[in-house]
């Protein structure tokens, strides 16, 4: 039988074991992936999320490998480095399917020694977390790229020199909501859980805790807010710290909190699922200094919500200024603390963003349009291995 007209197969690799956007991105994809009949097999530190994961329990194959492991660390890699090249030649029509840039060294590896199709799905600039010297050796070997954002395909095009007819531009997509909670309910659990005053409308910011999401950046804004409106609440969730770079960044968010006497500043840690909350929020807001596309953003504009967000990467592919939501200047405080109190003053504004913002997310970045695209260039792959 042909690969072709075999059932298709995937191999998916996660090199860490965090379970941040990127991941919950690769996981909504993987589950459409498998109600399309894909045979999928997950690979990921014995640590990782996605291994515990109820849903892909029960609908992939899951294969516990240290594909964390790094230099110098030479025992843990070059163990890791066998038990996928004897994956990869155990699954030779299958197509491996790398999630981010840590997964490049792999496929590299699965595709120059098992010879087996691969490609790398890019979810954030190269400068965040891999050296452009790295990426442009590692580069080299898979077949195909797919960034999330043409942001992302630039960023690692100019890094790395590959022609950017090897990237492939698929927008992130979320499942659609089947119901939308009543907002007013919704904002009625909201004040009751945090405690928020009758009368205060409710800011919200969603995002764990890293140096590039402008929390410090929001607070300055606050603090300017505050100088002419006493009547709005800003809550961040997920200040919770899970390693020691967080730890310190905490102490520098509760210290700037108390040092600006922001008492009307709530912050929370990490919720497993937040819609509910964005969906009680008058505005949710995206002050981040880099951002590969902002999942955040969506899913606020998919719980009706409007959207105050930074001008900077994807942010800038998924909102149209002033139709869709406000975008402000990257890392200006009186910018964004203008657009917060402009969407603040005028009720008809907000529900007429809200509104369009509702209709482009669903019909733009929804999960099937995404895995859409990602399977055209999967079956493009197929076809060439065939061929």
Same mark, same amino acid.
């Given at each position: ?74 025992? #843990? ?10 994956? #990869? ?154 390693? #020691? ?91 964004? #603390? ?50």
């Amino acid at each position: 039988m042909s690969q072709i007209n075999q059932l298709p197969e995937l191999v998916f690799l996660s090199a860490t074991p965090n379970f941040g956007g990127g991941e919950r991105s690769a996981r909504d994809v993987l589950l459409v992936l498998a109600k399309r009949n894909w045979t999928i097999t997950i690979v990921a530190p014995s640590n990782s999320r996605l291994l515990e994961d109820k849903e892909l329990r029960e609908t992939c194959a899951l294969n516990s490998i240290n594909l964390a492991a790094r230099w110098p660390n030479v025992l #843990a890699l070059v163990s890791s480095l066998w038990k996928l090249l004897r994956l #990869a030649r155990q699954h030779p029509h299958a197509i491996f399917y790398g999630n981010g840039y840590l997964s490049l060294k792999w496929l590299a590896a699965c595709s120059q020694q098992a010879h087996v199709a691969s490609v790398c799905h890019l979810r954030e600039t190269v400068t965040e977390s891999y050296s452009s010297r790295r990426a442009r050796f590692f580069s080299r070997y898979p077949s195909a790229f797919i960034a999330i954002s043409d942001s992302v395909k630039a960023a690692f095009c100019a890094g790395t020199g590959l022609d950017a007819d090897h990237v492939y531009t698929v927008h992130n997509g979320l499942p659609v909501p089947l119901s939308l909670l009543g907002k007013d309910e919704a904002k009625r659990a909201l004040h009751q859980t945090y405690d928020i005053p009758d009368r205060h409308r409710i800011v919200t910011f969603v995002s764990a805790l890293a140096r590039d999401k402008g929390h410090i950046l929001l607070l300055d804004a606050i603090e300017q807010m505050n100088r002419t409106t006493h009547d709005t609440t800003f809550l961040f969730i997920g200040v919770e710290s899970r390693n #020691a770079a967080q730890h310190v960044l905490e102490r520098q968010v509760r210290g700037a909190r108390e040092a600006k006497k922001l008492s009307n500043v709530v912050l929370s840690g990490y919720v497993e699922h937040p819609d509910p909350i964005m969906r009680g929020s008058d505005i949710v807001v995206v002050p981040s200094q880099r951002e590969g596309f902002g999942r955040t953003a969506i899913e606020a504009m998919m719980q009706g919500t409007p959207v105050v967000a930074a001008a900077v990467g994807g942010l800038r592919e998924i909102i149209e200024d002033r139709s869709t939501g406000l975008l402000f200047e990257s890392g200006n405080s009186q910018k964004l #603390a203008e657009s917060i109190l402009l969407l603040l003053a005028d009720d008809d504004l907000r529900s007429q963003l809200a509104q369009r913002a509702l209709v482009t997310a669903t019909e733009r970045f929804n999960i099937e349009r995404t895995v859409d695209g990602v399977e055209t260039r999967l079956h493009a792959l197929r076809s060439q291995r065939s061929s």
